[in-house]
């Protein structure tokens, strides 16, 4: 094995996250929460007209929305301030048509501020949905509407606290109330809204929030609603739009976001959303839909595990509590996680490296449980094998690898091994690592040996972990 006396951390390759985008990086699993007039009309695009008098959940609970949902093993939760009905879930200055017209709380209450004060209760992160489009204001699709969004985003990020993601949804524009008029109204998705001045609030206000849209500016949209990311799934990404012009929000060819763009110079990691339901809002006929553990390990495999984050919606039912069939999923999702990854096998392994950088680059960072340290080579070694040895066979049937991907994702293809009764033999042959890949074995398997082989990569390496699991519930 080569020992480099290199002190220096590898120069960064291509694309980097910011502070920000690290930080979520290391969130992977968080929550959606859809809440609206469609919870009680039965709908799942409100038309503007509903009455806020509809809105009344009689048993409203905050924690245990919250609690079901951290259960999940969620480390967040996204709130639909306002979806495109237009009802504001909070008492603003910008509309009538908002929570303080509804028989909740006596029209005193304050949703936003019930469900940001429970996250903050019980150690989770708390985000906000904003609705560009709003079918029910009256001034929408004319010049004075930006500025009221741009004012409504202003007391979201002002009056709740930390937030640490800002969704603009890409649904904008079409028939809906507005005050009465019951028309369509069309606008030019690239310039109506003057994204950049929406982000400089973002910015301005929180800092340290993550954006999200098709576009970005920090995380993409995956391009599917059925939370799942494409293999490979890189971090790097050049939104175009629909007509190969400049991309915006809600204009743009979306199929891509499912892989990204492996040579972009933009780190625009995905994001993959999707419904513990068949639909975004709760309805009843759906209470026998809710997706299986089964089902949802199966998606945090393919999102999470290919390198972009799980966004699963949780929606309250008219009571404004979560169902007890969605918390039984949540539940059994979440004991499931933490269960399946509480155990690095590689730990109680021997580990050998094909070469060292430096003594601060060694092989035990792969298995010290910390993202910023990481095993490293010398400069001008873009392959590499990294070698776990058992003192007898081993079940394995979880890998988890991780980039060190401060430095950029920089592994390009790669291959896992196992030996078993002294023969290799092939286990998984992949592309992009980045923040996290997981390779999930049909069953367990005992294994001698596993070993790592990056076969082709765009600068030294930089792996953090090569971790080795047994799921026992298959």
């Given at each position: 094995?080569?020992?480099?006396?290199?002190?220096?951390?590898?120069?960064?390759?291509?694309?980097?996250?910011?502070?920000?985008?690290?930080?979520?990086?290391?969130?992977?699993?968080?929550?959606?929460?859809?809440?609206?007039?469609?919870?009680?009309?039965?709908?799942?695009?409100?038309?503007g007209d509903e009455d806020p008098k509809q809105f009344n959940p009689t048993q409203f609970d905050a924690n245990q929305i919250v609690?079901?949902?951290?259960?999940?093993?969620?480390?967040?939760?996204?709130?639909?301030?306002?979806?495109?009905?237009?009802?504001?879930?909070?008492?603003?200055?910008?509309?009538?048509?908002?929570?303080?017209?509804?028989?909740?709380?006596?029209?005193?209450?304050?949703?936003?501020?019930?469900?940001?004060?429970?996250?903050?209760?019980?150690?989770?992160?708390?985000?906000?949905?904003?609705?560009?489009?709003?079918?029910?204001?009256?001034?929408?699709?004319?010049?004075?509407?930006?500025?009221?969004?741009?004012?409504?985003?202003?007391?979201?990020?002002?009056?709740?606290?930390?937030?640490?993601?800002?969704?603009?949804?890409?649904?904008?524009?079409?028939?809906?109330?507005?005050?009465?008029?019951?028309?369509?109204?069309?606008?030019?998705?690239?310039?109506?809204?003057?994204?950049?001045?929406?982000?400089?609030?973002?910015?301005?206000?929180?800092?340290?929030?993550?954006?999200?849209?098709?576009?970005?500016?920090?995380?993409?949209?995956?391009?599917?609603?059925?939370?799942?990311?494409?293999?490979?799934?890189?971090?790097?990404?050049?939104?175009?739009?629909?007509?190969?012009?400049?991309?915006?929000?809600?204009?743009?060819?979306?199929?891509?976001?499912?892989?990204?763009?492996?040579?972009?110079?933009?780190?625009?990691?995905?994001?993959?959303?999707?419904?513990?339901?068949?639909?975004?809002?709760?309805?009843?006929?759906?209470?026998?839909?809710?997706?299986?553990?089964?089902?949802?390990?199966?998606?945090?495999?393919?999102?999470?595990?290919?390198?972009?984050?799980?966004?699963?919606?949780?929606?309250?039912?008219?009571?404004?509590?979560?169902?007890?069939?969605?918390?039984?999923?949540?539940?059994?999702?979440?004991?499931?996680?933490?269960?399946?990854?509480?155990?690095?096998?590689?730990?109680?392994?021997?580990?050998?490296?094909?070469?060292?950088?430096g003594p601060r680059f060694a092989a035990n960072a792969l298995t010290d449980g910390k993202r910023d340290t990481y095993w490293s080579?010398?400069?001008?070694?873009?392959?590499?094998?990294?070698?776990?040895?058992?003192?007898?066979?081993?079940?394995?049937?979880?890998?988890?690898?991780?980039?060190?991907?401060?430095?950029?994702?920089?592994?390009?293809?790669?291959?896992?091994?196992?030996?078993?009764?002294?023969?290799?033999?092939?286990?998984?042959?992949?592309?992009?690592?980045?923040?996290?890949?997981?390779?999930?074995?049909?069953?367990?398997?005992?294994?001698?040996?596993?070993?790592?082989?990056?076969?082709?990569?765009?600068?030294?390496?930089a792996i953090s972990e090569f971790g080795l699991f047994l799921d026992t519930a298959g």
């Amino acid at each position: 094995m080569l020992i480099a006396a290199d002190t220096n951390p590898p120069a960064p390759a291509g694309a980097t996250p910011s502070p920000r985008q690290l930080a979520w990086h290391q969130m992977e699993t968080y929550a959606f929460m859809h809440f609206s007039p469609n919870t009680f009309t039965d709908r799942e695009w409100g038309y503007g007209d509903e009455d806020p008098k509809q809105f009344n959940p009689t048993q409203f609970d905050a924690n245990q929305i919250v609690r079901s949902v951290k259960a999940g093993g969620m480390k967040g939760l996204i709130m639909v301030c306002k979806h495109h009905d237009g009802l504001c879930l909070w008492p603003t200055k910008t509309t009538t048509h908002s929570i303080a017209q509804s028989p909740w709380r006596g029209g005193k209450g304050d949703m936003v501020r019930e469900i940001s004060d429970a996250c903050r209760k019980q150690g989770l992160k708390f985000g906000v949905y904003l609705s560009p489009w709003d079918r029910n204001h009256p001034v929408y699709g004319k010049a004075g509407y930006p500025d009221v969004y741009r004012a409504q985003l202003t007391e979201l990020l002002t009056n709740y606290g930390e937030v640490f993601e800002v969704w603009h949804d890409g649904a904008n524009g079409g028939d809906g109330y507005y005050g009465g008029a019951r028309e369509t109204r069309s606008i030019d998705r690239r310039t109506y809204y003057d994204w950049p001045r929406n982000w400089e609030i973002v910015r301005r206000l929180q800092p340290n929030a993550v954006i999200f849209s098709d576009v970005g500016p920090d995380i993409r949209w995956v391009g599917n609603e059925s939370g799942f990311a494409g293999d490979p799934c890189w971090a790097t990404y050049s939104p175009v739009g629909e007509d190969g012009t400049a991309a915006a929000p809600g204009f743009t060819k979306y199929k891509e976001g499912e892989t990204g763009h492996r040579n972009s110079q933009n780190w625009l990691p995905a994001e993959c959303d999707v419904s513990i339901r068949p639909g975004w809002f709760w309805h009843a006929a759906e209470d026998d839909k809710v997706r299986s553990v089964e089902n949802l390990k199966d998606l945090y495999f393919k999102s999470v595990g290919r390198g972009a984050s799980f966004l699963l919606n949780v929606p309250p039912d008219r009571r404004g509590l979560v169902h007890e069939q969605d918390v039984v999923a949540l539940k059994g999702f979440g004991d499931w996680l933490q269960k399946a990854f509480s155990r690095d096998l590689a730990r109680g392994g021997q580990i050998t490296v094909s070469s060292v950088r430096g003594p601060r680059f060694a092989a035990n960072a792969l298995t010290d449980g910390k993202r910023d340290t990481y095993w490293s080579t010398p400069d001008g070694t873009t392959t590499g094998t990294v070698e776990v040895s058992f003192a007898k066979p081993t079940a394995v049937n979880i890998l988890r690898i991780r980039e060190a991907i401060a430095l950029g994702q920089r592994v390009d293809e790669f291959t896992v091994e196992g030996e078993r009764d002294g023969r290799w033999e092939p286990v998984f042959q992949g592309q992009s690592i980045g923040s996290c890949r997981l390779i999930r074995l049909e069953k367990p398997t005992e294994f001698t040996k596993i070993r790592l082989r990056i076969t082709q990569a765009t600068g030294s390496l930089a792996i953090s972990e090569f971790g080795l699991f047994l799921d026992t519930a298959g």
